[in-house]
């Protein structure tokens, strides 16, 4: 174990050496973010399935998670019902989602074995703590960046599992249409009457309009006005406890100086899991047409913001999945600003502690709360999904600005938490 212990240190050695040069481009405002991969449950026969799949693939990617992505992201389906969760359990792991989970972070080749600290290092850095990394203190360093992958880093990975539903209003349009359809056909028979009484033919045009506009009504509101979708947010996260890192390295670390046939073959008998936290499901509002010009983008909008809003129900309900948000900057009045608005769930209910990250001394991390913020009412930031489009309120902000509860002496780079109260 000593032996794989200083392979380690040399390694994170070589790596920091190597990307000194670099070093410089990280912002110290960055922060350990959790990383997350995400699947897509496609009910390939439901209506509108080709737009949802093409609509989800080309979502904006959001900068509060590490993109974690690996190859198994679809459940394909049938039916229009939400899939249970026992079939979602199996696909992960059919399709051994941990596992490759676990090979991404550590970069590990498919066909030879070998593996690299790339990922997690820069991943590392970007999550420096405010005091600064000295070359004096490197080996304890080195250290504490593999303790933080196994706790901080590869422990804080998340899978999202997204069941969309499309909400067919096709039946309540039928019967829109056919309401108008009865009108029309009244109208249309009482021209008949009118034009056999006064000779005036274009009497019997009364209610075509009408006729017309029952044949067309349905799939308008439908296509439109009544585009709606419901979604199921399964949350897991990768169960990584601390001593795992140094299993990996002890039975499965292979890089292109230190190679071993047993290690190579042993992992093909490696097991992990991922540990379910929890589901929640969002449904669209009332359909906004504000900034909306065609389908694609009343689509886009539905689908996204009601992605968010479930992502911010499972943020709220489940403090491990709960992001850390570095202020952004202090105004000249003391409050706080930070990039994070409605999209994230923020309301005039808000509270956030602020917390700063914080080394000790064997190496682990630990947050210790500053103060407390609240946002204020009037400049909560619309970074919600084509807001600027629609002429939001607030849509041109940089970000959402705070006032102190409590506290002092905040600045930029230390770390903003939604606290329940």
């Known amino acids: 174990?000593?032996?794989?212990?200083?392979?380690?240190?040399?390694?994170l050695l070589s790596l920091y050496l190597d990307a000194q040069n670099i070093d410089d481009q990280y912002d110290k405002s960055d922060y350990f973010r959790s990383s997350w991969h995400n699947i897509l449950v496609h009910h390939s026969d439901q209506k509108y399935a080709d737009e949802i799949i093409y609509t989800y693939n080309i979502r904006p990617r959001t900068d509060k998670f590490n993109d974690h992505s690996i190859s198994a992201d679809l459940i394909a389906v049938s039916g229009k019902d939400y899939v249970k969760l026992a079939k979602i359990d199996k696909y992960i792991e059919t399709n051994d989602v941990a596992k490759e989970l676990v090979a991404k972070w550590f970069n590990r080749n498919e066909e030879d074995g070998c593996c690299d600290m790339g990922l997690i290092y820069r991943r590392?850095?970007?999550?420096?703590?405010?005091?600064?990394?000295?070359?004096?203190?490197l080996t304890k360093r080195g250290r504490s960046i593999l303790q933080d992958c196994g706790t901080d880093l590869i422990g804080n990975t998340f899978v999202l599992v997204h069941d969309i539903i499309y909400i067919d209003k096709a039946e309540r349009n039928k019967k829109t249409a056919e309401g108008i359809g009865v009108v029309g056909s009244l109208l249309k028979d009482l021209g008949e009457v009118v034009a056999e009484v006064t000779g005036e033919e274009a009497f019997?045009?009364?209610g075509s309009a009408f006729d017309d506009l029952s044949k067309t009504t349905a799939d308008m509101v439908d296509d439109f006005e009544g585009f709606r979708v419901k979604i199921q947010t399964h949350l897991y996260r990768l169960d990584w406890q601390p001593s795992y890192s140094d299993i990996f390295f002890e039975n499965y670390y292979l890089d292109a100086n230190y190679y071993d046939e047993d290690k190579y073959k042993s992992w093909e008998n490696a097991e992990y899991q991922l540990v379910y936290i929890g589901t929640q499901e969002a449904v669209c509002g009332k359909t906004v047409l504000a900034g909306i010009y065609n389908q694609s983008d009343l689509i886009k909008k539905v689908i996204y913001r009601t992605?968010?809003?479930?992502?911010?129900?499972?943020?709220?309900?489940?403090?491990?999945?709960?992001?850390?948000?570095?202020?952004?900057?202090?105004?000249?009045?003391?409050?706080?600003?930070?990039?994070?608005?409605?999209?994230?769930?923020?309301?005039?209910?808000?509270?956030f502690e602020v917390i700063e990250r914080i080394e000790a001394s064997d190496g682990t991390i630990k947050y210790k709360r500053l103060g407390v913020i609240q946002p204020n009412p009037d400049k909560i930031w619309d970074n919600r999904y084509m807001a600027v489009e629609e002429g939001a309120v607030n849509a041109d902000l940089e970000g959402t600005t705070f006032s102190v509860v409590s506290g002092h002496g905040f600045y930029p780079g230390l770390l903003i938490r939604e606290i329940r109260f």
Do not use: C, H
């Open 204 to 206: 019997e045009d009364l």
């Open 307 to 351: 992605l968010d809003e479930s992502i911010v129900k499972l943020q709220k309900n489940y403090e491990v999945f709960r992001i850390k948000e570095p202020i952004y900057s202090i105004d000249s009045e003391g409050n706080v600003i930070a990039k994070i608005g409605l999209k994230e769930g923020i309301s005039d209910n808000s509270k």
């Open 124 to 137: 590392g850095i970007e999550g420096a703590t405010t005091e600064n990394i000295e070359t004096s203190e």
């Open 1 to 11: 174990m000593r032996n794989i212990s200083f392979l380690v240190i040399f390694v």
